[in-house]
């Protein structure tokens, strides 16, 4: 398969110079690891082995890479100001009430003193309350376990912003 039936977005992708497809990774996740698993594979020919690279770079990653890679997630119900990816992904949270606002604010900050980083989970597409009860959840884990959570839900995050980032006009 060459390059000109390779959907228009991984084409773009493809195409671009290796800094500014390195500046590209590095806005779907912070890792540096994962971004260089990624480019190091290029050329795509299709979605799908874009994403097997992706998944597979994620699961390589130390537990130095997830921790680089969670620095780029704002805590939930706290996107990043002025981020649209953020904000968009935590539309759960949107509508949630102050008191359930306040709840996730303790939850994260009590994830965090347990953990050691920030409570991450593919928020698109769940509640405020799901949100809230996946953290409630998770703070009885053993941090080994929690680790491998992480890694999982940061597969899923990958792969939704590397599906957006091929939709694209410009990548």
């Not at 390589?60 to 890679?69: F, I, P, R």
């Not at 949107?94 to 306040?102: D, F, I």
Request: one cysteine or more; glycine letters at 8%.
């Amino acid at each position: 398969m060459t390059s000109t039936t390779t959907p228009g977005g991984l084409a773009r992708f493809n195409a671009l110079e290796e800094p500014a497809a390195h500046a590209a990774l590095l806005e779907v996740c912070a890792s540096g690891a994962w971004a260089r698993g990624l480019l190091a594979r290029r050329p795509y020919f299709t979605p799908d082995a874009l994403f097997a690279a992706s998944d597979a770079a994620t699961a390589a990653l130390s537990t130095a890479d997830l921790a680089e890679a969670m620095s780029g997630h704002p805590p939930i119900g706290r996107p990043k100001p002025g981020d649209p990816t953020s904000s968009r992904e935590q539309r759960g949270m949107a509508g949630a009430s102050a008191e359930l606002r306040a709840e996730m604010l303790e939850l994260n900050l009590a994830y965090q003193e347990r953990f050691g980083h920030v409570f991450l989970i593919c928020a698109t597409g769940r509640t405020a309350e799901q949100m809230r009860d996946a953290v409630v959840e998770r703070l009885g884990h053993a941090p080994g376990q929690e680790y491998e959570i992480v890694r999982v839900e940061l597969t899923a995050i990958n792969r939704i912003r590397l599906g957006r980032l091929l939709e694209e006009e410009e990548v």
